[in-house]
């Protein structure tokens, strides 16, 4: 071959040899375009995950705490209150509030033996008793206690029935009989009321007075009945002045 056929089969592979250079370059740049729009497009259709809540507990319902509606009690006042009534309070209410949901106390009202701090209970009645009232029946003072002053409260409701203790004295003791006595003021106690005491007492005049003192001179009373033993005093008489006498241990 001439020098001039040999310079134009050396071009003519050169020129072959870049154009395959170009399309090996062209090939890789076309892939790698196509491998970044694929992972564009696959972050785009994933779908995002929702942040977890900080105040909901696994497996637990997903309700907010709703507070718990009040619970009320029924309890029924009755006696020396503006509006005896069945009442409905909180469960933690206390005789006081009973006394205000009632409106109040009557001016008669005899409170010293109510425990107003104790706490209600349901289905329960709490009764205010009345003051004793007073009147001159000629010479005689006459104490007239109401009909309704026996009606016993639960023991919760009363002063004395709070401080009750183990070792409370038997009933039919002496001691028993003192501790009566002292819970019911005004009572006149029949071994140691005065003649004119006496007299003040329903259906008890001058003679039948001074027969309860001669009679406790040389036997003194145990129990409010033992008075039917005095000539003249019978179960009517009794029954009559009952709610108005008392009896502590006789003297020593």
Known sequence: MSPKEQWLLVGLVAAIGLGAASLYVHHQRASSQEGAIAIRTGEEQKAPIPAK??????????????????????????????????????ESARVQDLVLAAGGLQDNADMGNINLAARLIDGSTLFIPAKPTARKDGNALVIRRPDEANVVNPSQYTISGWQERDDTPAQDSPEAAAAAADTAPGLLDLNRASAQELESLHNIGPKLSQAIIDHRAHNPFRSVEDVTRVSGIGPKTLESIRPMVTVRPPPQ
Do not use: K, M
């Not at 709703?66 to 909180?90: D, T």
């Open 53 to 90: 809540a900080d105040n909901i507990q696994p497996g637990t319902p997903n309700t907010p705490n709703l507070p718990q509606e009040p619970v009320n009690i029924a309890v029924s006042i009755r006696g020396a209150v503006v509006l005896p009534n069945v009442y409905e309070l909180p």
